[in-house]
């Protein structure tokens, strides 16, 4: 199986979570060792998902647990 | 994110879920005081879904507070055959979602994003080789700030799918059940939503690197550039 670079890209999310047939996977990494733009393509993916997956880049607002669980125990005080 | 449903690992998957059932069990009987420890794990995670759809900290932590009232009133129409963490997640996104559609701010994205689902996925930003940035990176409030205002600029459907599935760590399934769609859809807009943000971020990234986060050195002396 030859891939051009728009297969890689059209499978590069499916390859990234592991759900590509082997044989495709086989092949793209063929691809990947000869085609240095989809390497970097799929190097700077990865990167970004690991950053965006960084709890430092979504941070919860300060108190938010304590003020949820005071309403919560409101709610359960009252039997709603 | 501190508080992640469980994903890969079966054992944890199982004892999670009959932790949650045991839970579910006795604050059914009256012991609603519970309630707070069935949650607490996944109250991270119920924020952040609707951070994802409202984009706004205050109206994120009242929908998350709203779904989760919703959730100890609906509790006794919980069917097991659905994770608990998965019904919580769907009640705050139905919360979100209305409470974007009341203040009539709902973008006309839906349809039009749902429609381009079914096209090929977009061209990302073709480079010719990437040094990676690494996670110690984030201490730089501008590079957080980056991330955020990319995730920002996704259309609702993509921003939610992959808050779910790359923030949250949430299998394809689980995010499929929790946004009421298919896994072929879920996996359709994962793909759109992380050629999207890379097209947006790499060329960011890699230009600054000898410009603002160039500034930044790691503890170990070097630029993670």
């Not at chain 1, 670079?5 to 063929?30: K, L, M």
Request: hydrophobic residues 45%; charged residues 25%; proline residues 3%.
């Amino acid at each position: 199986m030859v891939l051009d670079c728009r297969h890689v890209w059209d499978q590069i999310s499916n390859y990234i979570d592991g759900t590509v047939p082997q044989e495709f996977r086989d092949a793209v990494e063929e691809h990947l060792a000869h085609c240095r733009h989809c390497a970097a393509v799929l190097d700077s993916t990865r990167n970004i998902l690991v950053l965006i997956a960084d709890e430092r880049t979504f941070e919860i607002p300060v108190g938010y647990s304590d003020r949820l669980h005071a309403r919560l125990q409101e709610a359960i005080a009252a039997g709603d | 994110m501190s508080a992640q449903p469980e994903r890969t690992s079966s054992q944890a998957s199982l004892s999670s879920a009959e932790r949650d059932a045991r839970l579910i069990a006795r604050i059914l009987a009256g012991d609603r005081e519970l309630f707070h420890e069935l949650v607490r794990p996944y109250e991270t995670a119920v924020y952040t879904a609707a951070y994802a759809i409202l984009q706004n900290e205050h109206d994120a932590e009242d929908a998350a507070q709203e779904a989760m009232l919703k959730a100890l009133k609906s509790l006794p129409n919980f069917r097991a055959e659905a994770k608990f963490s998965t019904w919580l997640i769907s009640i705050v996104i139905n919360e979100a979602r209305g409470r974007l559609r009341h203040a009539r701010v709902l973008k006309i994205e839906s349809l039009d994003a749902a429609a381009v689902d079914e096209e090929g996925a977009p061209v990302p930003a073709v480079i010719s080789d990437w040094r990676e940035v690494p996670s110690q990176a984030l201490e730089r409030k501008e590079l957080r700030e980056l991330l955020r205002s990319a995730i920002a600029g996704l259309p609702e459907i993509y921003r939610e799918t992959i808050l779910l599935r790359d923030v949250q760590e949430f299998s394809i399934a689980e995010a499929a059940a929790a946004l009421g769609v298919g896994e072929g859809v879920v996996k359709t807009r994962l793909l759109r939503a992380r050629l999207m943000l890379q097209k947006i971020l790499a060329p960011q990234l890699r230009s600054k690197r000898s410009g603002l986060f160039g500034l930044f050195r790691s503890k170990a002396g070097g630029s993670w550039f």
